[in-house]
């Protein structure tokens, strides 16, 4: 089981890869939170990567409130209302630059 956390650009690439989160080994529990609420993650990865920041704060704030241990959705939740704030720059394409390796 799995679902996708973001896409990275590495240090010393050019071409940015995608990251997943594996939580097979989690708690049944853990998993069934996860389970329960992919579909509304999905959506609000959706509205967050088209700079639907507020909506996309809206349901990851649901997730969190259902799941308050799904630090993901939390980590989005503040990405979302920071986002939504002070807003993107100009091209944004929602892909982290990572500077170390």
């Known amino acids: 089981m799995c679902r996708f956390v973001e896409r990275v650009t590495v ?3 050019k071409s940015a890869v995608s990251v997943f989160e594996i939580y097979d080994a989690e708690t049944e529990h853990s998993i069934e939170l996860k ?3 992919a579909a509304k993650f999905q959506k609000s990865l959706k509205l967050y990567f ?3 920041f507020t909506e996309a704060q809206k349901l990851f704030s649901k997730i969190c409130e259902r799941n308050p241990q799904d630090r993901l959705a939390a980590i989005y939740y503040q990405r979302s209302l920071k986002n ?3 807003g993107v720059p100009e091209g944004w394409s929602g892909i982290e630059a990572l500077d170390e390796k």
Do not use: I, P, S, V
Request: charged fraction near 35%; hydrophobic fraction near 10%; glycine fraction near 16%.
């Open 11 to 13: 240090k010393g690439k």
């Open 35 to 37: 389970q329960e609420t």
């Open 50 to 52: 088209e700079q639907n």
């Open 84 to 86: 939504g704030m002070y």
